[in-house]
């Protein structure tokens, strides 16, 4: 059955949300951030009411090389489960490789990132650039379809400049007629990038075109801002971004207050934003060893404290050591000189989804 354009056509009820053979326990997902998405970020998001989140996204031509950093990109626990990842590339053998391996390391769900609109990726032909060439976009679906048994997805933009819609409508029928299980669309054009406003209203023309599952994705920072654009596009799930950066308890008040559970969101007390800071370091060099934590560190408070007074001062002390000890000794001093009721961070500017 096909809605007419102006159905209202909402998302399933319930919690949950079906991607093929996956039922994933809540409508939220995490998408994969470039230099954010590393595991001890997602094990404190799983902490924190998690559920299905992405590894940073991987290059295709990097993974099928055996290239060590991306390789230790793929570093997961049996906790941090179930997990997907996100191949970026426009060759659909070389698709269709990286797939099986991801499929063979024992990830739950393959996407495809067809939304990427920086330049570099635009002119390899790859990510948003496959806007405008659909039939390959199909080959590529088609290809890495053929190659894993797990469920596969894509995520791409309303468009590249085109701003109505149309060429997102296009690849999701591409997509469902290859046999994927979902899509996600970013309400933004290529053209864009991260300014504006995300268009929900295109989601939602996307949304009436299929009968797959649709995952909204752009702007959405409260629970408010998700209730509203389930209401605006009818989407399955949504996906979220900057969002989650620095405030891991937005997936459960995203859930709690979609699903009637709590009226409003929970607000993290300072004690417990310093609590779940230090955490994240401790993981951060249990994981990923000091050096590295360290310079880590530098931007991952800025998620925690941006816009909170005095954070500078801070951020500047801790971007002029490469001590863990001084690094978690100047976190504690500055949530300790913080009142118990200070107001959350605000959400970095740093990226959009």
């Known amino acids: 059955m096909r809605f007419p354009p102006d159905a209202s056509v909402p998302g399933p009820k319930g919690p949950g949300l079906q991607i093929g053979s996956l039922l994933l326990q809540s409508k939220i997902i995490q998408s994969p951030l470039a230099a954010c998405s590393d595991l001890p970020f997602r094990l404190i998001g799983r902490e924190k009411g998690l559920g299905f989140c992405y590894l940073e996204m991987v290059s295709a031509q990097s993974l099928t090389r055996e290239n060590a950093k991306t390789r230790r990109m793929l570093n997961t626990l049996p906790e941090d489960k179930p997990l997907g990842a996100q191949l970026l590339g426009c060759d659909p053998d070389m698709m269709a490789e990286a797939a099986r391996i991801l499929e063979e390391l024992g990830f739950d769900l393959i996407d495809m990132n067809l939304g990427c609109p920086v330049k570099k990726v635009v002119g390899n032909g790859e990510g948003s650039a496959l806007l405008k060439d659909p039939a390959r976009a199909e080959m590529v679906f088609r290809a890495v379809r053929r190659a894993v048994k797990i469920p596969v997805t894509m995520k791409t933009r309303k468009g590249f400049k085109d701003p109505s819609g149309d060429e997102a ?103 417990e934003r310093k609590e779940t800071l230090l955490k994240h370091l401790a993981l951060e060099r249990a994981h990923l060893g000091d050096r590295q934590a360290a310079l880590n560190m530098r931007r991952i408070t800025v998620w925690y404290t941006q816009g909170l007074p005095h954070n500078k001062i801070m951020r500047v002390a801790i971007c002029s050591t490469m001590d863990c000890d001084e690094i978690a000794r100047l976190i504690a001093d500055f949530f300790d000189g913080l009142p118990a009721d200070a107001p959350p961070p605000s959400v970095p500017i740093l990226l959009a989804e």
């Open 169 to 271: 409508v296009e690849l999701a029928k591409r997509a469902e007629g290859a046999g994927l299980c979902a899509v996600t669309i970013h309400g933004r054009t290529q053209a864009q990038g991260y300014a504006g406003k995300s268009d929900w209203e295109a989601i939602g023309k996307v949304k009436r075109a299929v009968k797959i599952p649709v995952i909204g994705n752009g702007d959405v920072l409260t629970p408010e801002d998700a209730s509203r654009l389930l209401e605006v596009s009818g989407c399955d799930g949504i996906m979220i971004g900057r969002g989650g950066l620095g405030n891991p308890w937005i997936y459960r008040n995203l859930d709690d207050v979609m699903n009637g559970r709590r009226e409003a969101a929970y607000v993290p007390t300072a004690p």
